[in-house]
């Protein structure tokens, strides 16, 4: 096969597994495909066009951005119906009018009455509405506006009534899912998030006003509900890569997670019974805080293997029980981490190492900035 072997790589480095990644997306387009609602995949773990034509099916169509770099990245490379479904920042609101003013369909996100006063003072050029989705907080504990509250209605109606501006959809994250152990709990959060929404959205009927409904985490869309059949959209957006968390709550077996970050033996430490890695937290993240068995990563193949702290750029890992044996460990032995959120450790790389069948066959470069 094509392509050079991993110990070819200079360390610390982020290696995906490309089958992987295609065999997570094909699974979410399936599924989303089997409920009959449509897929808007996240953009915000990988944030690489590559990825994006993989999880879109190469439509280039309906997808979801946390930042405006991320939206402006993929509206340059041929994208459209973009959501930039965050709080919408005033200090951006020029920006978005640009790409609304650019694109077929660009989307904003708000959940306070503010955030429409600042489109009510930029309207849109020729004529073009400001596409607005509405965020509810159905028990994420996030952004939104909560959805039982009755300013929720008004805000949304103010909206819908605004001269220039169009209440596109409402949107919710049931990041809550994250909390979850298991299929059942997460069903039930997954549940409830959708019932929210869908009684929100009987409100709105109410006051004669359709328009969209989404909800998202990749929790809910790895195992989803039957309710969410009556959704108009999801937004799932970890699951081409998933990672350790994902599969401690649930949504998928280690097997499936499609990053891995290589590390390289730079010291013997017999005195504290370690070793010292070459990958620091500017190169795996700190997230988890290390509370795993196996410290801030699983260590893929050593299971009695811990990556104990980090400093920025070294680790520290010693045995779970027992002695090390240092001759199975020589200087410059590669070690492979599986990182506890992958979106967390994907934003400490530059560059994406692309495997398939152990061979690297290229390069993925993400976007960056806000």
């Known amino acids: 096969m094509e392509g050079t072997p991993l110990s070819s790589l200079c360390t610390p480095a982020l290696v995906l597994d490309v089958e992987k990644v295609k065999r997570n997306a094909q699974k979410m387009i ?11 995949p996240h953009m915000k773990t990988h944030k690489t066009l590559e990825c994006a034509d993989i999880m879109t ?39 978005c009018a640009a790409l609304s003013e650019k694109l ?30 509405l965020k509810l907080d159905c028990g994420n504990g996030r952004a939104g506006i909560l959805h039982s509250e009755p300013e929720a209605l008004e805000l949304a ?14 949107y919710a994250h049931c990041g809550n899912t994250y909390h979850c152990k298991g299929m059942e709990q997460i069903q039930a959060v997954a549940r409830e998030t959708t019932n929210f929404t869908l009684h929100f959205m009987e409100k709105l009927k109410t006051v004669g006003i359709i328009c ?7 929790p809910s869309c790895s195992h989803p509900v039957k309710e969410m059949e009556q959704l108009s959209e999801v937004h799932p957006g970890n699951y081409a890569f998933y990672d350790v968390q994902q599969s401690l709550i649930g949504s998928c077996t280690l097997e499936d997670v499609a990053v891995r970050v290589l590390t390289r033996v730079i010291g013997h430490c017999p005195h504290r019974n370690q070793l010292l890695i070459d990958c620091g937290w500017t190169g795996l993240s700190l997230d988890g805080a290390g509370k795993l068995p196996s410290g801030y990563a ?37 070690l492979s981490l599986i990182p506890y959120h992958s979106c967390a450790t994907a934003m400490m790389h530059p560059v994406y190492h692309v495997t398939s069948e152990g061979r690297v066959i290229g390069k993925w470069a993400p976007t960056r900035g806000w």
Not at 30 to 40: I, Y
Not at 157 to 170: F, K, N
Not at 212 to 218: C, E, F
Not at 303 to 320: A, F
Request: hydrophobic share 40%; net charge neutral; with cysteine.
């Open 298 to 334: 699983v260590i893929e193949g050593h299971p009695n293997l811990k990556l104990l702290s980090m400093t920025q750029e070294h680790g520290r890992v010693e045995p779970i029980t027992g002695k090390l044996d240092y001759s199975k460990f020589p200087l410059g032995t590669l």
């Open 157 to 170: 109606l103010d909206i819908a009534e605004t001269p220039g501006v169009e209440l596109t959809g409402v």
């Open 104 to 133: 077929d369909l660009f989307q904003v996100l708000l959940d306070h009455p503010d955030a429409l006063q600042q489109l009510k003072k930029r309207p849109l050029k020729e004529g073009r509405l400001w596409h607005v989705w």
């Open 30 to 40: 399936e599924r989303c495909a089997a409920m009959g609602v449509t897929l808007r």
């Open 212 to 218: 969209k409904s989404s909800i998202g985490s990749t």
């Open 57 to 95: 099916g190469g439509s280039r169509r309906c997808i979801v951005v946390s930042t405006l770099a991320e939206a402006s990245f993929f509206a340059e490379r041929g994208y459209d119906d973009i959501l930039y479904a965050y709080n919408l920042p005033f200090d951006k609101v020029e920006r």
